[in-house]
């Protein structure tokens, strides 16, 4: 195994990438399928996975890694964007933004992309990390809510604490779609950066879009989900969720959507999961998660959906056309980063008490599971005899919210979502250890 301790990422998004092997952009690809290619390896590889290699960063990552022609890209909550050669981990360059990066970068056309913290999307050469451009945003922050999580109002504006990510960048066309806190989504030319268009949502934007059929989907924070006219920018039809007034919790769509045909899918902080018509948004089937959110992007095959719960611990598979369930793993905690399906047969996903579990994508079957060093000591105490998060601890009456997610996350939690790139599961959690497994 090698170690080394470095810089932060890159990003990525693309439509033409190297080899089918890439990974560049979150969810691999424009409809967010989560679908490694990847000839997958044998069940008794895959029960064998084992780490590789390994990189430390000085800092936490939100943001998921991604991969194209021979880089590894990783963007950290420092402000670094870090280049690294897959073959050998040597860093190639580092690029430090002025804010935080929560925004998983996006490769395209020999360019990367990305939002930061301080309002900006950034265009870098993917070679040389040199900036090519930026564009200024109306400014980006954590959602907040006057009386969020039954505080009192005289406290101002609540920060959400489990709101990590801003949105991530699809390129496609020429074109850098990309969605802001300041409710606008943004169509910017890949080239120089000048504004082709904007569309106001009147809500801030924390997912990334997805684009199919030259349709771009994606959610805001108010639980609206939105089709546009990608060229264009004219709305093509909008449905609105659950709003949470009180107290700011069971509403927004921090999940992106996952493009599939004729079909949009996306989970929402409304407790449910939807499938919506791509074409006119009539509502096809809804999961009811039963009170949880569901932060998950879903990975999509020929024939299911694959996604996890927060407050109810689930792993869920359901059948794409009709919503029914076909199997659950009980993972106890919440997941937020979305699962991939590696080669037609698996599917892996990482929870945030520091757990990576490789199953069979037919039955649910366990093949494979790590867990962080950190996640199995649990020093502070927060997973309770039932396997799940510790109420009576992580939401004491003088624990901090966000005090108690620090905790949560110096567990090893994945915030981030892994990637399948040559033949490795590559994953980065929150405390800035990014590590290869194989078989």
């Known amino acids: 195994m090698k170690s080394l301790i470095g810089c932060a990422v890159i990003m990525a998004a693309t439509t033409g990438c190297a080899h089918a092997a890439d990974w560049p952009m979150f969810m691999k690809d424009a409809r967010h399928s989560g679908l490694a290619s990847d000839a997958a390896p044998a069940p008794e590889a895959m029960r064998h996975l084992h780490e590789v290699w390994r990189i430390d960063l000085p800092t936490g990552i939100s943001a998921s890694p991604v991969a194209a022609d021979g880089r590894l890209y990783i963007a950290a909550e420092n ?105 606008h989504m943004y169509a910017l030319n890949a080239d120089d950066g000048a504004k082709l268009w904007a569309f106001d949502a009147g809500a801030a934007i924390h997912d990334a879009p997805a684009l199919s059929d030259g349709r771009l989907v994606f959610g805001a924070l108010d639980t609206q989900v939105i089709a546009l006219n990608a060229a264009t920018g004219a709305k093509l039809w909008g449905f609105k969720g659950g709003v949470d007034a009180q107290y700011g919790v069971l509403v927004g769509v921090p999940a992106a959507p996952t493009l599939d045909g004729d079909t949009v899918y996306v989970g929402t902080r409304d407790a449910h999961l939807y499938a919506f018509d791509a074409a006119t948004g009539a509502r096809r089937w809804t999961y009811d998660a039963k009170g949880s959110w569901v932060l998950t992007t879903a990975a999509v095959d020929a ?137």
């Open 79 to 183: 402000g670094d964007l870090y280049a690294f050669d897959l073959a050998t981990r040597r860093r190639l360059w580092l690029y430090h933004a002025e804010g935080g990066l929560a925004s998983t970068p996006a490769v395209a056309d020999g360019r990367l992309f990305v939002l930061s913290r301080d309002g900006y999307v950034q265009a870098l050469d993917a070679k040389s990390g040199a900036l090519k451009w930026r564009f200024a945003t109306g400014g980006e922050a954590r959602y907040a809510q006057v009386g969020g999580y039954g505080l009192p109002k005289e406290m101002g504006p609540v920060p959400d604490p489990w709101d990590f990510w801003l949105s991530s960048p699809l390129v496609a066309d020429g074109r850098v779609y990309i969605g802001s806190s300041d409710g």
């Open 303 to 439: 024939d299911s959906l694959y996604f996890a719960t927060s407050d109810t611990g689930l792993f869920v598979t359901v059948d794409k056309a009709s919503g029914a369930e076909r199997y659950r793993v009980k993972t106890g905690v919440w997941t937020y980063a979305s699962p991939i399906l590696i080669g037609g047969r698996y599917v892996a996903f990482a929870t945030m008490d520091g757990v990576l579990e490789v199953i069979d994508k037919t039955t649910g079957a366990p093949v494979w599971r790590w867990q962080s060093p950190e996640g199995a000591a649990d020093a502070d105490h927060l997973i309770g005899a039932d396997g799940k998060f510790d109420a009576k601890i992580l939401f004491a009456p003088d624990q901090q919210l966000q005090g108690a997610v620090e905790k949560v996350k110096a567990m090893g939690a994945f915030i981030a979502s892994p990637i399948w790139v040559d033949g490795e599961l590559i994953a980065a959690d929150a405390n800035g250890h990014v590590r290869a497994f194989a078989p």
